[in-house]
Nanobody
Framework: QVQLVESGGGLVQPGGSLRLSCAAS????????MSWYRQAPGKERELVAV????????NYADSVKGRFTISRDNAKSTVYLQMNSLKPEDTAVYYC????????WGQGTQVTVSS
């Protein structure tokens, strides 16, 4: 069955960096676009970044453009989110998602940006 396992979250100071990973299994990873979402306390889940199957096309939320980079390694069935210049408003649980007939989500990884 489809499994998505996020890792790499943690506590970081404003201006710092983190790299999130999402290890996928149970489906042909290279055949699907992948995305990262986040959900802050009291807010709706929002799309952060999307990457096409080959990794050639990416899209970002305006709030993270120029600071976050999504990438993928199809040989490792893993999608990444490099987050630089982190701000307190980036604090959220980050999830990866794949849509394969319906949506599959990972369990999420907490990112806290605070001094």
């Amino acid at each position: 069955q489809v499994q998505l396992v996020e890792s790499g979250g943690g506590l970081v100071q404003p201006g710092g960096s983190l790299r999130l990973s999402c290890a996928a299994s149970g489906f042909t990873f290279s055949a699907y676009s992948m995305s990262w979402y986040r959900q802050a306390p009291g807010k709706e889940r929002e799309l952060v970044a999307v990457i096409a199957r080959s990794g050639g096309n990416t899209n970002y939320a305006d709030s993270v453009k120029g600071r976050f980079t999504i990438s993928r390694d199809n040989a490792k069935s893993t999608v990444y989110l490099q987050m630089n210049s982190l701000k307190p408003e980036d604090t959220a649980v980050y999830y990866c998602k794949v849509t394969k007939i319906w949506d599959y989500w990972g369990q999420g990884t907490q990112v806290t940006v605070s001094s």
